[in-house]
């Protein structure tokens, strides 16, 4: 690997949009590996598909660049296991999604799962560390919630009423 940066995830995340070595799409992937992966031992490609809704032929691919970054080991039978590397990736792609799902959830937008997706990809690491403190400063002071929820009851989005 070139790039020792690549090593730490917070050089990944420093790197710009255009020098990513992960798609949006791979790191998709990467996640969904990951949060299955705490739960079993390993995923199938078959499996990984299923659950991304995509064609097998197209997981094996993507699964083919993950494990030429050394992500995780491509074995007989589908089976896929991920590195030191790939877990540690992985671990960062899933907060960061569930710290994204918890912000929206904590100012009311819900069914915000398409959103996650969309912001997550894009939303830079220092951002996200501001993100993360405001989630734990909700969950210490509920009571800012509900005064942010009386407030959006009595009164509208000055500059979006209309819409
Ligand atoms: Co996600």
Known sequence: MKNREFHTVRGYQLREQSKRLLTPAMEDYLEMIYRYSLEHEYIRI????????VRASSATRMVQKLG???LLKYEKY???ILTDEGKKM????????NTIETFLKNIGSKNNLYETEMIEHNIRINTLK???????????????????EEYKAKYKASKFKDI
């Open 46 to 53: 078959n499996q990984l598909a299923e659950k991304l809704n």
């Open 68 to 70: 030429e970054l050394k």
């Open 78 to 80: 589908g089976v896929i």
């Open 90 to 97: 992985g671990k960062f792609l899933l907060d960061r999604h």
């Open 130 to 148: 501001n993100i993360d403190l405001l989630n734990e400063f909700f969950n210490r002071y509920p009571e800012i919630i509900r005064k942010f």
